[in-house]
């Protein structure tokens, strides 16, 4: 398997622009994360889904952010409009099990975003 | 307010010696901990990890250690080797939490 597949690996835009990334999990993973990296706070979980469904949003930072999962093999991270403090690299992770219990989780290698 | 703490942004270790990697947590609910590694421009790769049932759990020179009471574990690695430089983040999770992630540490083996 290939791993976790995000597109694109660096986007850069202007404030205001519509930004879309994207995650193909491993196949058969139950499970999928999404993690935003910055300096000051770490990696933090913005949203997870398990077969599928969004189990929790709580960490989406505002509502400019949406994440959908239309099937088992892709998932989204939309930003409209997108604003300079929403720069960061941001990780989509996969695990296996229907629970998200004890399994480690797999990273795909991250979209820098840049917005200006 | 972050449930995992890595408290040292940055550590230097030379070849050959003994880096330690601290980690404390405030969920006394965690009672899975894991380490994870990571290069530049590259996601997060795991790395070692143990559960609250356990004090310690050993994978070649890598050994990670975990003080319940303290609420503390750490990660050992002897010898340190050049290709060890890297950032590595504590995760915890309980449950059926998603893991929660330490704002990592900047490992420089120097050689």
């Known amino acids: 398997d290939a791993g976790v597949i995000q597109s694109p690996r660096h986007e850069v835009t202007e404030m205001g622009q519509e930004v879309t990334l994207r995650c193909k999990p491993i196949s058969g993973h139950n499970s999928l994360f999404w993690y935003r990296q910055t300096m000051m706070r770490g990696l933090e979980l913005l949203i997870y889904?398990?077969?599928?469904?969004?189990?929790?949003d709580s960490g989406m930072p505002e509502d400019r952010f949406s994440a959908k999962m239309p099937n088992a093999s892709f998932s989204t991270l939309k930003i409209q409009p997108s604003e300079p403090r929403d720069s960061a690299v941001y990780f989509c992770?996969?695990?296996?099990?229907?629970?998200?219990?004890?399994?480690?989780?797999?990273f795909g290698q991250g979209t820098r975003l840049t917005v200006v | 307010d972050q449930q995992v703490k890595q408290n040292s942004p940055s550590l230097s270790v030379q070849e050959g010696r003994i880096s330690i990697l601290n980690c404390d947590y405030t969920n006394s609910m965690f009672d899975y901990f894991l380490w994870y590694k990571k290069y530049p421009a590259e996601g997060p790769t795991f790395l070692i990890s143990i559960s609250s049932i356990k004090d310690k759990n050993e994978d070649g020179r890598f050994t990670v250690f975990l003080n319940k009471s303290a609420k503390h574990l750490s990660l050992h690695i002897v010898p340190s080797q050049p290709g060890d430089s890297a950032v590595y983040f504590c995760a915890a999770s309980s449950g059926n939490t998603p893991l929660v992630f330490g704002k990592g540490t900047r490992l420089s083996v120097i050689a």
């Open positions: 889904f398990n077969n599928n469904v969004p189990i929790d």
């Open positions: 992770a996969s695990s296996l099990g229907d629970r998200i219990l004890n399994t480690e989780a797999f």
